[in-house]
């Protein structure tokens, strides 16, 4: 017994004598990796395909003990082409963790677009719009009548903004009422807002795959929502049975929202972080005066 606990921390001695801090790093990159890959599979139904997965190896495992050949023969021609598949089963998943990514921190720092535009020029552009899409979601509370708005945030919603009509406008309560009239060609569909201004109406959504959500919500609100699971975007929804006003964003619908609240919600997730005296830096996302929003 003392030979094996001299030798175990011999073991153990010789192991911290050739550990680096770069082994450190090592781990703990992996096991960040590692988590977030088991967070994701959790949020997702891919939780469900990865059982199915396991279930697989299991009885490859117990087929070549066996030594059931047929079986084992067939599972390991699956397995061979298993890199593709699995690629083409977790295809969202993969896509959802890839957009994430790109819209962390380090993210930020990466941009596509061409020229850019002063913080505070930016930011009254973005309060305007906060005020008129808010002034506008109360407007249509009252009257009861739906609406289904789309903020872009740092993905760029090109191929929704294809399925609509260009609008190009600047934000107003007259424009955006206008827009969602019961009478209107364009109100069906959902208005997406892109650099403080209405890029496009009448543009179709994602609906949401999740099983969580509740029955009692209707087509615009599981659009909102998945919506908000395909991107970073701020929906903003209005019920037009109770005039409920909704905010969807990171896959998660919350109601019931007021003036100030709303104003409060959408002024935490659009504007920019306050300059301190003195710094200058510029904006991501591309605001032109000419040639504004040329690309999608």
Known sequence: MESFFSETFHVIGNLI?????????????????IYNLIKLVRETRAEQLVKGILILVVAYVVSWQLQLKMLSSL????????????????????????????????GKYWSFGGATKDEEIYRKDIKRCIQAVVDSALSLQKSKTGALMVIERQTKLGDIINTGTIVNAIPSVPIIGNIFWNKAPLHDGAMVIRDGMIYAAGCILPLTKSDAVSIDLGTRHRAAIGMSENSDAVVVVVSEETGTISVAKNGILTRNYTHDSLTA????????????????RQIIPSLRKGKKNEKK
């Open 17 to 33: 004598k050739t550990f680096r801090v770069s082994d450190v790093l090592d781990i703990v990159v992996v096991s960040f990796i």
């Open 75 to 106: 599972l390991s021609n699956f397995f061979q082409f298993s890199v593709l598949a699995m690629l083409m089963v977790f295809q969202p998943e993969l896509r959802r963790a890839l957009e994430q990514i790109g819209r962390s921190r380090l």
């Open 265 to 280: 919600e959408l002024e935490r997730d659009l504007l920019p972080e306050e300059m301190e005296p003195g710094e200058r």
